[in-house]
């Protein structure tokens, strides 16, 4: 049931990064010729699908988005394969995700096969920007925004699918490298009941203030705690948090505050896979801390699309400094990252079924 897509090809294509200039472009600054947009309006469902040159959207300043964040998002890659052709990793589960995030701030959902395929599509026109080197990817940033011009607080009628893209060099320039966290007391990115489960753009607003009094501090991120007791663990800035504990991995279980990540998802699925024990469950930062001291916390790594494994060499909670693995990639990160970056790429056997094969 594909959706009908018009295509209008830009006339002015912009001069693609060179493999070897792509190392150095910042995440999320350079973007294809090309982008897809969906209407929606109240009565008539989602129509309009097209395919056009990258640029500004018009848009009233009274739009509502602008005023009332009704915005919600998705991240995704696609990967070129050696034989040269183009897989994206578990479209499905993004746009079921949107669907959700949808759900919970009164955005209409759209047809998960019909939006992958619509997806896969602008891909299909921009495969010339799919980056081929290990480790470089093509992200899809496809997002909602609502687009009713008045200032009353309401759901709005009407609403805007985009989808934009940006080729990415490697994440890691030289091997896995660990990252320094601490751990958040002050802010709270959520609470239960809120919006923490949904990729929307409010969250993100949010967190920058911690991030940036992180930044300062000479640390990459924050793990943040739940936001009603402070001791409950619950992610890692934006992506989820995976410790191993006594040889098992652990993972705070969704409970609504939580983003339920794809790659979570995809690394409990891996690790089970592997007929390791790995365990969904709350867990307080006082039991990490004191397991830490029994000298039992062998590993700790953060999860998301945009590093796929990210190991955390050191963390840091009030007066206790917590040291992973001696500041150096664990054993299991390790090989979560290759074996997940290998289904990606299509260099490991697609056990899974995750690969969507666009060409
Ligand atoms: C997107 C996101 C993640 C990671 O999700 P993936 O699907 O694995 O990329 C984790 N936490 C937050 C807050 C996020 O927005």
Redesign the pocket.
């Known amino acids: 049931m594909l959706m009908q897509i018009n295509i209008e090809k830009t006339t002015q294509p912009k001069k693609r990064p060179t493999e070897k200039e792509l190392a150095n472009i910042a995440f999320g600054t350079t973007f294809t010729d090309h982008m897809l947009l969906i209407d929606y309006k109240e009565g008539h469902g989602w129509n309009n699908a097209r395919i056009v040159p990258y640029g500004p959207l018009p848009l009233y300043p009274a739009t509502t988005c602008l005023h009332y964040g009704q915005l919600i998002f998705e991240?995704l890659k696609a990967y070129k394969t050696r034989d040269g052709g183009i897989v994206m990793f578990r479209p499905d589960q993004?746009m079921a995700?949107m669907n959700n995030s949808g759900e919970r701030m009164c955005i209409p959902r759209i047809d998960v096969l019909e939006a992958v395929e619509a997806i896969a599509k602008l891909v299909e026109v921009e495969e010339e920007w799919v980056p081929s080197l290990p480790a470089t990817s093509l992200y899809i940033r496809p997002f909602i925004i609502s687009t009713d011009t008045f200032l009353g607080v309401h759901p709005s009628s009407s609403y805007l699918f985009i989808v934009i893209l940006c080729p990415v060099g490697a994440y890691y320039k030289e091997g896995l490298a660990p990252v320094r966290i601490y751990v958040e007391n002050e802010y709270a990115r959520t609470v239960k009941g809120g919006t923490g489960f949904a990729?929307c753009a409010g969250?993100y607003a949010a967190s920058l203030k911690s991030q940036v009094e992180a930044e300062n501090e000479g640390y990459a991120q924050v793990l943040w705690l739940d936001g009603a007791e402070r001791r409950y663990i619950e992610?890692v800035g934006?992506?989820?948090v995976f410790f191993v504990i006594d040889g098992k991995v652990v993972t705070p279980e969704l409970n609504g505050s939580i983003?339920p990540?794809?790659?979570?998802k995809s690394v409990i699925e891996v690790v089970k896979s592997w007929n390791m024990p790995v365990t969904e469950r709350r867990i307080t930062i006082d039991e990490l801390a004191q397991a830490y001291k029994d000298g039992k916390v062998s590993e700790a790594f953060g999860?998301?699309?945009?590093a796929v494994i990210s190991p955390i060499g050191e963390l840091k909670w009030q007066d206790t400094v917590m040291r992973f693995n001696g500041g150096k990639i664990g054993e299991v990160s390790q090989r979560l990252y290759d074996e997940i970056t290998g289904i990606q790429t299509c260099t490991r056997e697609d056990k899974f079924g995750w690969v969507y094969k666009i060409k």
């Open positions: 991240g993004n995700r990729k969250n992610e934006s992506m989820n983003l990540g794809i790659t979570r999860s998301g699309t945009a």
